[in-house]
């Protein structure tokens, strides 16, 4: 990729301090994406993945929160670090440089406000006009975003729509000011399986309309196949695999993106093969132990010599910039890991 | 305070009184004869009461309210003299021209009016309107409250429950009867009595027997707003606010000798917290204002020891014996050993200490007749002269009493002694009576006698205990007498015909002589046959003990650096309202 | 909407009926008596049953309620003959204590309570809210403390103490109120100052209970909505924290506190018989506890008990209707 | 964030029982345990009432001759406060003040808790059983709390209470202040209930919604078993909390009434009484007013910061 990336983020960690000691929330996190690119971030719930993007917006209560590093907005009028720079300049970023979709668009919504409302709103933090030209900029964007009726149903109230059509009028009110970078925060988790697909697409849509850099966040590899260009698998709050969505897919270099693939099921393949999940449970983020934190978890741990997993955690094997992971397992045993687990 | 409210009100005779226990009146300051009273100003009165009890002459019956509307408001055939002292006791003539003229053995009384009397809107007052006005308290069922001396003397018929045959002027049941009754003739008014009635001017004082104009008469409502006819006239009264009097411009000095009226405006500010009453008075917040309470025994206290109040307050005998009424119907206080035994046992000292002392409160009594009424009081033996008897009670005394009792009377000892069971005393629901309870409870205790109490709310006690179902065994009570005669005393108290009858006696075995010799004194006309009838009648009371632990009260008054010309007016009880002014 | 408010009409009118039919006939059931408790000092069996057929006690409670209800609608007679008058509707009945209609007696009192209401419900509103708002901005910092102090310290106050205390040790021993006139009922039409300096003591204690319960109540209340994913969302959509408060966070947040502060204020409507008291303000509390307490005046005591119970329904019914003003989930779903 | 904190409990739960989650929580804050010890000392020493006053050699009944002076005043200073009598006298009768409270706190402490007990105790029950079965019964048991929400409950009490008072006696359930203390605590319960009634209702409601009650129920659990086995444990925090949050309140209305003159009558004495009481007397001896003034205070806030912990505790949400 030659792209010069939008977003910059550079050895991003994000703890919060709490009565137990402090949660190492994202650990050491860098990537980039570029407009008109698509990066997925995928893993468990609790991984990392939302606490990172939302570092990038500025979203975290900055008292409560101790975030160090770097994440450059390449804007045209040169890189701001959003992490450093004031909560000011940060808040006006939000909605015209990025923007964010929730996961659940049941909650994202004010309930008190029609969806007109919330819409203008949005639009006249950055738009000169008055209210009807943002009333029609709203029921254009809903439109857009495939509202039928648009013109009529700008009035109505949250609780008048479904579940995809909140998501839509979400995507519609991020998208409203035309950003650059959205972030789309498990963007499908709480809609039906059919209206999923609809709402991807139309989130490919929109990127393509926008030619957005897109972060899709997900804890579905599935959803990530048929959109994604970047992939970073998250555990417990540190990258753990990143490279294209072909390599993922097809060469999963870490234990964990073995797993989570196989948790998924295939098309076709639907009786062949039991679903495996993995075992246990994902380790504490305040006393995080010491070597590979997934280790417990790992089914091949036992094929790394002296017990390495135990006492080293592994760095991010960076011989290639497109693919790599954190794992001390060599070569040879994870391609035999991929067969046994799957033959994918 | 005490929660003793008590309903009737006095005459202090006009002879040298023999106190009983040897104390003199601790006379209150009057005012300095030398200085000359001022016209005008505003004179307030403050009180924690929400309302007079009524301002409707016919249903006036308080000491403090007659004194004050009498004084104010409406003029009777006769009045007291509004003058300091025993002097105030005597009878002159206001609407009449004379105190009435007895004839037929006292069973006619006659009073011509005075001309140039105008009502405030200055039509004249009439014969027809006092005729009016005597006629009102026989409607029972409107005019609530009052004395009943004109309806139970006047010669009406009665039915066979004993009620008068006239149902006041708002149904003319009965007007003819009334009619021949009381007559008018020209600007003279003819009273019909049903007996002898000696002191039958007396009665008269009370407004009951005042005019009131037939126009102007809104029955009930007429509690509201009386038509005045005397030197001031109500701009307004609202309960639970404030009174406010201003001169009646109808009124002529030259047709009254009685009134003297100074302020211009006469304010009465009701329902005061006691606090903020009590300190008003004590720092002189509101210099030209006089309370109509007395203030609470602690702040009395204060009050009373300030030196430079020593022109504002005054601290007299009152009109009242306070006592515990014995309930001597069967089941309940029927042993006379157990009556004796519970006198005995009581810490006179302490109650009396809690109600401010013997300076404040009053003295141990031994009568139901206060001194003050002198024909009729005579010191009695046993009770507070019983060898036995100690001011702050007696627990062996009274444990061998009850010892008396187990065989004398079984059931009321097991009563009294019972655990589950106990005696039972009616007590208005104050603070203080609480405190009382607890100084009587804890005395009686140690004589073995199990005392409950029972909590009233204040304003409903003696509607309460007078009802003759709900009255328990001993009730905390208070008289004084109507007029100089203990004619409104004795047989009040303690005949079943009595409006105040709180010993339920009439089946104690002692009753039938004791009814028979108080009817035969009430009719006496040698007024010192009477006397010692009445004193012997109290020393029979006193020997049964049907009423225990009287107190000869005591009563004071407060009033601001900026009021003059104040007196107590003995025969109610209470300020001389008339001769109050505003200094300047 | 229209329907909604019918039905929610119709259902009032209902409870209303019950409520005073039940206050008849709790009182009636009772063992007091009225017409032997104000029959006055001559009191005989004739008396007490001529009294009890003034007071009009003499029939069957329903009869006596089937009275009521009528003189509600075209106003009652009382008294006989010469004596007779009429109360206008709506009559509540005829208090031969006060010798006045029981209307009257509520029409004066009312004005005092609804000024003693009125004016702690601002008071209280306005502190209770602001501090709730400050604490929960500032949480966990001084701030917050000093508000969960005054919360505490305001809870902890039976207003009796507070009352007393303020009346004893503050108002009369600096002189801060005029004592002669101390509870007087003044217009604030004609009179405003006078009208401030009779309620101010009132309305501090009244408000003192209230806001501390409100400082609490809004605290929490902007707390939990912050945490709302849609305060999130107007954060992602670049709003600054003063819009998103205002706008989005207290509209929320606040919209409870409707029904909380709707309810007591229809409570104290019904008289605050403490303050009332403590203050010799002649309100509908004091109106009511001096009718059970001085001469169990029934007709005074069955009109306040009822109209504070109609209070507290209306106000449910308009707050209702308020609420589903406010919050449009419950406007559509009704 | 959301996430992480859900991770962090997540965690937890693995690790500790809510119970001692709730108790870690507890042990953290300072003000909680202060507030919990002067709770504990409040209700050991007002249990103890006989012992300690005995210990001072002081009881609540006698009158102690020759500390009130001829005007029935406390001798000495601060309302005669002496190494005999540590809080004073009584002015009027000479009973000893620390005694008097010490059992007056016990009638409070009783009435305020039979009261919380029974209002709880009534409010879980029905609560549970509208919740759980919903229908027409429970419709009806919405609407009759909402028709007693609208009375005046305060005045009702001092209204109705002399009556009430009469007819217990009456019929011999019960005489003088057991009476009065009877009809009290029947008439907070009768108006208290609904609020407790309507948080359980509306907890049960959403209980039943929750899987592991489907479970229970799919796998044909009798409803009494999943009424005690699933419902009742987890509703148990919600009760704490609320009767840590009514007990002040309950002490602090048992001294409002009896301060009215509902409630205990001489000779047992509570707070109420004795403020009420104490008023007549504040220019003379302020003491007596603002000794019992500030230890009830100091009871119901001692109450009230334990119920504020005990609500952190348990259900760190609504607080923080």
Known sequence: ?????????????????????????????????????????????????????????????????????????????????????????????????????????????????????????????????????????????????????????????????????????????????????????????????????????????????????????????????????????????????????EDIYYRPDHPYSIGLLNSIPKIGELDSRRLVAIPGQPPSLIHLPQGCSFRARCSFSDRVANKLCATTAPTLDTKTTEHFSRCHLPESELVKARKESGGI | MSGLKTSRRILASTAAIALAVGVTVASGTSANAAEKPVTGGTLYFVTNAEQFDHIDPARVYTGRDIAFLNSYLYRNLVSYKPVAGSAGSSLVADLATNTGVPSNAAKTWKFTLRAGVTWEDGSAVTCADVKYGVSRPFAGDVITDGPQYLVQALDIPTDKDGASVYKGPYKKTGQAAFDKAVTCSGNTITFNLNRSFADFNYAL???????????????????????????????????????????????????????????????????????????????????????????????????????????????????????????????????????????????????????????????????????????????????????????????????????????????????????????????????????????????????????????????????????????????????????????????????????????????????????????????????????????????????????????????????????????????????????????? | MLKYLARRLSATFLVITLVSMSVFGIFAVLPMDPAALTCGKACSAPVIEANRHRLGLDVPVQVQYGRFVKGLFVGRDFGEGAAAFHCPAPAFGYSFNRHECVTTLVAEAFPVTLSLAVGAFVLWLSVGVSLGILAARKKNEWQDRAATAFVLIGTSLPTFISGILILLFVALKFNLINPIEMGRWVSPLEDPVAWFRTFIFPWIVLALLYAATYTRFTRSNVIETSTEDYIRTARAKGLNERDILRKHTLRAALAPIITLAGLDFAGLLGGAIITEGIFNLPGLGRLSIRAVLRDYDLPTILATTILAAVFVIVANLLVDILYAYIDPRVRVAS | MTAVVLEEESQEIVQRTPKQIAWGR???????????????????????????????????????????????????????????????????????????????????????????????????????????????????????????LSFPGTFMIIALSLPLVQRVEAAGIAHENAARILVLVIFLVFFGWTGFYRLIRSQTMSLRERDFVMAAQAMGASSWRIIVKELLPNLWPTAIVFISLSLPGYIAAEATFSFLGVGVQAPASTFGLVLSDAIAYWREDPAYLLIPCTILIAIVLALNLLGDAVRDALDPKAGR
């Open chain 2, 205 to 584: 004082t009370y407004p009951a027997g005042a005019p009131v104009k037939a126009s102007k008469d809104t029955g009930d409502k007429y509690d509201l707003r009386p038509f005045s006819n005397g030197p001031y006239k109500i701009s307004s009264y609202k309960i639970g606010d404030q009174l406010e009097l201003e001169r009646n411009a109808a009124w002529k000095k030259s047709s009254d000798t009685v009134r003297t009226p100074y302020p211009d405006n006469i304010v009465v500010r009701f329902g005061l917290a006691e606090d903020v009453r009590d300190q008003i008075m004590l720092e002189d917040q509101i210099p030209n204002t006089a309370s109509l309470d007395a203030l609470q025994p602690a702040n009395l206290r204060a009050f009373f020891a300030d030196p430079t109040k020593k022109a504002q307050r005054f601290n007299v005998y009152d009109p009242y014996v306070r006592y515990a009424a014995m309930n001597v119907k069967k089941g309940h206080m029927d042993c006379l050993d157990i009556r004796k035994a519970v006198f005995f046992a009581i810490n006179t000292q302490a109650l009396i200490d809690l109600s401010g002392g013997r300076e404040f409160y009053g003295d141990p009594g031994d009568n139901p007749v206060k001194p003050v009424l002198g024909l009729d009081y005579a010191k009695t033996t046993g009770n507070i002269h019983d060898a036995n008897w100690k001011i702050t009670g007696n627990a062996t005394y009274a444990a061998s009493l009850l010892e008396k009792a187990k065989t004398s009377c079984p059931d009321a000892y097991s009563r009294a002694t019972a655990a589950d069971k106990g005696i039972i005393w009616d007590l208005s629901n104050t603070a203080t009576s609480q405190k009382a309870a607890v100084l009587i409870g804890d005395a009686v205790k140690a004589a073995g006698i199990n005392l409950k109490f029972n909590f009233i709310p204040s304003g409903q006690y003696y509607s309460t205990v007078q009802n003759r179902d709900k009255q328990n065994d001993i009730s905390t009570a208070g008289w004084g007498a109507d007029w100089a005669n203990a004619s409104t005393v004795i047989p009040e108290l303690f005949t079943k015909e009595g409006g105040f009858n709180l010993s339920q006696n009439w089946d104690d075995a002692a009753y039938a002589a004791f009814k028979k010799k108080s009817d035969a004194t009430k009719v006496e006309t040698n007024r010192a046959k009477q006397a010692k009838g009445w004193q012997e009648l109290s020393q029979y009371v006193m020997d049964q003990y049907w009423i225990i632990r009287p107190v000869f009260s005591k009563g004071q008054e407060v009033w601001g650096s900026k009021v003059g010309g104040v007196y107590y007016w003995e025969p109610q009880g209470n300020f001389g309202f008339g001769g109050m002014y505003v200094k300047n």
């Open chain 4, 26 to 148: 507890f042990k953290r804050n300072k003000v909680g345990i202060y507030a919990g010890c002067a709770t504990i000392f409040f209700l050991s020493v007002s249990a103890l009432a006989p012992v300690i006053t005995r210990l001072f050699g002081v009881d609540n009944h006698s009158i102690y001759d020759g500390t009130l002076n001829e005007f029935a005043m406390p001798i000495g200073a601060m309302g005669g406060i002496s190494w005999a009598h540590p809080l004073g006298v009584e002015p009027g009768v000479g009973r000893d003040v620390f005694a008097l409270l010490l059992y007056g706190s016990q009638l409070s402490f009783l009435v305020a808790i039979i009261s919380t007990v029974a209002a709880i105790g009534i409010g879980m029950l029905i609560g549970i059983a509208t919740g759980y079965f919903k229908g027409k019964v429970d419709a009806s048991v919405g609407r009759f709390s909402d028709f007693l």
């Open chain 1, 1 to 245: 990729m030659t792209l010069k990336p939008f977003l910059e983020v550079k050895n991003l960690n994000v703890a919060f301090p709490t009565e137990d000691g402090l949660v190492q929330a994202s650990n050491d996190i860098s990537f980039t994406v570029a407009r008109g690119e698509t990066l997925a971030v995928v893993g468990e719930s609790g991984s990392g993945k939302s606490v990172t993007s939302l570092a990038v917006m500025g979203l975290h209560d900055r008292k409560r929160t101790q975030i160090t590093g770097q994440a450059f907005l390449n804007l045209d009028s040169g890189p701001i670090d959003v992490i450093s720079a004031d909560d000011e300049v940060v808040r006006k970023l939000r909605g015209k440089a990025m923007s964010m979709i929730f996961q659940d668009p049941m909650s994202a919504l004010h309930p008190y406000y029609s969806i007109g409302n919330q819409l203008i709103e949005a639009w006249s933090l950055y738009n000169e006009g008055d209210k009807a030209a943002g009333k029609k900029r709203a029921i254009e964007m809903l439109d857009l975003v495939g509202i039928p009726d648009a013109s009529k149903r700008v009035d109505e109230f949250p609780h008048q729509f479904s579940g995809g059509m909140r998501q839509r009028v979400m995507i519609a009110m991020a998208l409203i000011n035309n950003p650059s970078l959205l972030i789309a925060d498990e963007p499908t988790t709480a809609l039906d399986v059919t209206v999923q697909s609809q709402i991807l697409q139309l989130i490919r849509e929109m990127q393509k309309e926008f030619n957005m850099a897109l972060i899709l966040i997900t804890h579905d590899l599935g959803v990530v196949a048929e959109v994604a260009d970047r992939v970073n698998v998250m555990y417990a709050g540190k990258i753990v695999e990143s490279g294209g969505a």
